[in-house]
């Protein structure tokens, strides 16, 4: 029984996170691979441009837009896998909703379930 608790916890949590971040996004437009490549290549120019002659200050820069190149790709990712996430999430706190549902709940003069014991050598 505790364990299907644990599970319970872990897909609401699932759920919940999922959830969250999708609200929030739904406000900005998705984003693509070849708007993050793109921009990385604008920034990269603007890096050359500003810092020819300081090669320390080039290199930092370089490393915001491989940085910046990073988390777009990624958030270009997560829009692409987006509907399947949600609909996963959908289909799993329903299957877990009914297993629950067909479950009894004990009462509170149910005896606590037997320890197990450990297997001897």
């Known amino acids: 029984m505790i364990a299907l608790r644990n599970i319970m916890l872990?897909?609401?949590a699932c759920a919940a996170v999922i959830g969250v971040p999708a609200a929030a996004e739904e406000k900005q437009?998705?984003?693509s691979a070849e708007n993050c490549r793109l921009e990385h290549e604008t920034c990269r120019?603007?890096?050359e441009r500003k810092h020819f002659?300081?090669?320390a200050k080039?290199?930092?820069c370089l490393s915001v837009c491989s940085a910046r190149y990073a988390a777009c790709d990624a958030k270009a990712a997560y829009d692409k896998?987006?509907?399947w996430l949600e609909d996963t999430a959908r289909k799993t706190k329903k299957f877990l909703e009914d297993l629950l549902k067909d479950m009894p709940v004990p009462g509170k003069d149910a005896p606590p379930p037997k320890p197990k014991k450990p297997e001897s050598i």
């Open 53 to 55: 002659n300081d090669e």
């Open 10 to 12: 872990v897909a609401v």
């Open 45 to 47: 120019a603007d890096c």
């Open 81 to 83: 896998a987006r509907p």
């Open 29 to 31: 437009p998705p984003v």
């Open 58 to 60: 080039r290199a930092a």
